[in-house]
Nanobody, 123 residues
Framework: QVQLVESGGGLVQAGGSLRLSCAASGRTVSNMHMGWFRQAPGKEREFVAVIVWNTNNTNYSDSVKGRFTISKDNAKNTVYLQMNSLKPEDTAVYYC????????????????WGQGTQVTVSS
């Protein structure tokens, strides 16, 4: 089984930055498409970013493009989400996810999920 554990969430003022981490076990992140999703209260889970396992190509939602950066450290088996210029609308629970077959933006292709970490951006 693959286990994903997110960390790094917390409270931040608008315009600030946070870096989320996703530590994986049971399988190397180098062989999985690794994604970040988020879910705000009362809203559906939303795609944020993904990094493709074999090419390290990245894809971002329009709402975070230019502000967020997904990266990974294969040696540490960890995926990161650097979040800059945070806005109150970024407030959500952020989830790390892993897929062995697809780097699509839909949550259904991801087989493994972390427990989530809360990000709250104050105005």
């Amino acid at each position: 089984q693959v286990q994903l554990v997110e960390s790094g969430g917390g409270l931040v003022q608008a315009g600030g930055s946070l870096r989320l981490s996703c530590a994986a076990s049971g399988r190397t992140v180098s062989n999985m498409h690794m994604g970040w999703f988020r879910q705000a209260p009362g809203k559906e889970r939303e795609f944020v970013a993904v990094i493709v396992w074999n090419t390290n190509n990245t894809n971002y939602s329009d709402s975070v493009k230019g502000r967020f950066t997904i990266s990974k450290d294969n040696a540490k088996n960890t995926v990161y989400l650097q979040m800059n210029s945070l806005k109150p609308e970024d407030t959500a629970v952020y989830y790390c996810a892993a897929s062995g077959v697809s780097a699509a933006t839909t949550s259904n292709v991801y087989d493994y999920w972390g427990q989530g970490t809360q990000v709250t951006v104050s105005s």
